[in-house]
C-alpha cells in the first residue's frame, strides 16, 4: 500500500509544477502557491488523521484515503483536459485549490495507517526491520513514480499522469476491501480524540527547544521541495524543453536506495545532532554545485550529494526528537516529526515559484536561484549549530524550564 501510494504521489508530484504553468496557465508563483496548498496539508493533516484512524480501524482509513486520492488525482488531472474546459473556466485557481484540498485530506491518511499497521503487527524484535521496510518502500515508490510519469508524459500526455496516479490509487483501494485483515492490539491501547490530539498539539508547542528545533529543520524541507519546483522549471526553459526531468528529480530517491547501507555504516558512530548538522551541510555543496555550472550533468551530481545529506541526518532525526521528548512523551513527539516536512512544502512552493519568477523570468539570472537555496543551506547549517550551542552550555537550564 506504501509502495503504491507513494508510487502515485511521486508520479505526480514530479510533474505538478509543469502541468501547473505549461498546462493551466498559470505562473511560478500561482504554481508554487498551489504546490504549497497541497504539500502542506498531506503533511500536517496526518497528525489529526492519526487520531481518527485509531478511533475507526486502519482498514476503513485505508479504504477512505485510496477512495479520495483515486478521485482526487483524477481530477486534478481532468483540469487539463478539453472535455472538462467548460467546468473550470473563469474559476480555475478556486476549483483547483478545492480539489488539492480534498486531496490532501484523503493521502493524510495513509502515513498513520501504515505506521499503525507496522506497530501492532511487527513483534518486538522485528520492530525495526518493519519500519526499515517501510522507509525503503517509501524511496522505491518516490524512484519509480517518476519513471513512470517521464513514460506517461512523454508517450501519452501530462495529462494522463494523474490517470495513472487514480489507478495506482483504485488499485489499492480495492486490494484493502478484499486482502486486509485490521490488526488485533494485544492489550489495552489507548485511542486519542481530536482534542486530546489538540491539547497534545498544546502540549508541544510549549516545549521551546523543541519547536526551535522543528524550524530549524523545517529550512531544511524548504529547500529539498525545490527539488519539484525549480529544478523542472529551470531543466525545461534554460536547458531542454524535452529534458526528463522526472527522472532527474528522483536521484534523490535512487541514491538513497542505492547508498543507505554505505551512508548508515559510516556514520553511524557521529552524534544524532552532529549527523544532522553534517547533513545540512551537504545541502550547501549540493546547491553550491549546481549554481557553478548548472547543467544536467551538475543538477544530478548535486542531487546526488543532496541524497548523501539526507540519507545522513533523516534516521538520526527522528532518533533526536526521542531525546528531546520529556519521560513518557516520546510518543507524542514522534507524532510531530512531519511538522518541518508540512512547513517547508507550505512555504517552499510559494518561495520557489517567486524565486523562478523574479530570478529567471524577470531577470534572466537564474543562478541566483541556486545562490540564494545555498545562502539557506548555510543559515540551516549555521542555526543548528548555534543551538547545539546553546544546548549544551545549558542544559540544566532548559530542562529546568520544560518541567515548569
Not at 112 to 133: C, F
Not at 203 to 210: N, P, S, Y
Amino acid at each position: 500500500m506504501e509502495l503504491f501510494e507513494r508510487l502515485a504521489y511521486y508520479g505526480q508530484a514530479t510533474i505538478l509544477s509543469i502541468f501547473l504553468r505549461n498546462t493551466l496557465k498559470f505562473n511560478e508563483v500561482q504554481a508554487g502557491q498551489l504546490s504549497s496548498i497541497f504539500g502542506g496539508l498531506i503533511y500536517f493533516l496526518p497528525i489529526f488523521a492519526g487520531a481518527l484512524a485509531d478511533k475507526y480501524g486502519f482498514r476503513k482509513a485505508f479504504s477512505f484515503a485510496f477512495f479520495v486520492l483515486a478521485i482526487g488525482y483524477f481530477l486534478i488531472g481532468s483540469t487539463g483536459m478539453p472535455a472538462f474546459a467548460g467546468i473550470y473556466q473563469g474559476h480555475l485557481f478556486l476549483f483547483l485549490s478545492i480539489i488539492l484540498i480534498f486531496t490532501a485530506i484523503g493521502g493524510s491518511f495513509i502515513k498513520p495507517s501504515v505506521l499503525g499497521t507496522i506497530a501492532l503487527t511487527s513483534k518486538p524484535e522485528s520492530k525495526s526491520l518493519g519500519y526499515a521496510i517501510y522507509y525503503w518502500l517509501v524511496n522505491i515508490g518516490a524512484a519509480i513514480g517518476p519513471l513512470i510519469a517521464f513514460l506517461v508524459r512523454n508517450y501519452i500526455s501530462i495529462q494522463a499522469v494523474y490517470l495513472v496516479s487514480a489507478l495506482s490509487c483504485t488499485l489499492m483501494f480495492i486490494t484493502t476491501l478484499i486482502f486486509y485483515k485490521e490488526p488485533v492490539p494485544e492489550g489495552i491501547v489507548e485511542k486519542k480524540s481530536i482534542g486530546e490530539v489538540l491539547k497534545n498539539m498544546g502540549l508541544v508547542l510549549q516545549r521551546f527547544r523543541f519547536i526551535i528545533f522543528l524550524l530549524i529543520f523545517s529550512l531544511y524541507w524548504l529547500m529539498f521541495w525545490q527539488i519539484f519546483i525549480v529544478i523542472p522549471f529551470y531543466l525545461t526553459d534554460f536547458i531542454s524543453k524535452d529534458a526528463p526531468f522526472e527522472i532527474i528529480e528522483s536521484v534523490d530517491a535512487w541514491g538513497i536506495i542505492l547508498l543507505q547501507l554505505l551512508i548508515n555504516r559510516l556514520t553511524k558512530n557521529l552524534a544524532p545532532i552532529t549527523a544532522i548538522i553534517v547533513g545540512f551541510a551537504f545541502t550547501i555543496l549540493a546547491w553550491g554545485f549546481i549554481m557553478v555550472h548548472p547543467s544536467i550533468t551538475m543538477i544530478i551530481a548535486g542531487m546526488v550529494i543532496f541524497s548523501i545529506g539526507e540519507q545522513t541526518q533523516a534516521p538520526r532525526y527522528y532518533e533526536y526528537i526521542a531525546d528531546l521528548a520529556p519521560k513518557g512523551q516520546a510518543a507524542l513527539f514522534q507524532g510531530f516529526a512531519f511538522l518541518p516536512i508540512a512547513i517547508g512544502w507550505a512555504l517552499g512552493g510559494t518561495l520557489g515559484g517567486w524565486l523562478y519568477k523574479t530570478f529567471a523570468r524577470e531577470s534572466n539570472q537564474p543562478s541566483m536561484i541556486f545562490l540564494v537555496l545555498m545562502c539557506i543551506g548555510v543559515l540551516t547549517t549555521i542555526l543548528m549549530l548555534l543551538y547545539n550551542s546553546y544546548i549544551k552550555k545549558h542544559p540544566a537550564i532548559e530542562i529546568a524550564r520544560e518541567s515548569l
